[in-house]
């Protein structure tokens, strides 16, 4: 994972409004490799949830894991963030999601998809054509 390099005029807005953040195992690994990899370079102290699909044993401190059904997993992920948002970190775990009708806004900070490394998130569906996107980006940044 590449360290939050900041300044961004969006990240900066969002990092406040965050209670949480929600990740894969993948993005955990990363995250766990280096203190550099924390999400946004460490810039908020919030609580790091774990999806997972069994039960891996005991946290890190700082960490929690959550499993079960994507309904379940997002239930507990939003009364962890409160009345805050629950940022979503890493491909899988945001398409598991959005395939679930968990997600009701995404603001992407980068999708290495488009630089031809990474997963698709859309690929193969998930998304509802119905959906309301809106385009909003911070240029020169």
């Known amino acids: 994972m590449a360290p939050f390099v900041g300044p961004n005029e969006t990240v900066q807005k969002v ?3 965050i209670g949480a953040i929600l990740m894969g195992g993948r993005t955990y690994r990363g995250v766990l490799a280096s203190e550099a990899a924390r999400p946004y370079g460490g810039a908020i102290q919030v609580p ?6 069994g039960d891996p044993g005991s946290a890190p401190p700082g960490f929690q894991f959550l499993n079960g059904s994507m309904a379940r997993v997002a239930s507990s992920a939003r009364d962890i963030a409160g009345d805050r948002y629950v940022a979503v970190l890493g ?10 009708g968990e997600l009701d ?3 992407i900070h980068l999708a290495p998809v488009t630089l031809g490394q990474g997963v698709p ?4 569906g998930g998304c509802d054509r119905s959906s309301n996107c809106e385009r909003s980006a911070s240029r020169g940044e």
Request: hydrophobic share 60%; glycine share 8%.
């Open 15 to 17: 990092l406040p409004l």
């Open 48 to 53: 790091y949830l774990v999806l997972t699909r």
């Open 121 to 124: 998130m859309f690929a193969g």
């Open 91 to 100: 491909q899988q775990a945001g398409r598991a999601l959005l395939e679930a």
């Open 105 to 107: 806004e995404i603001l």
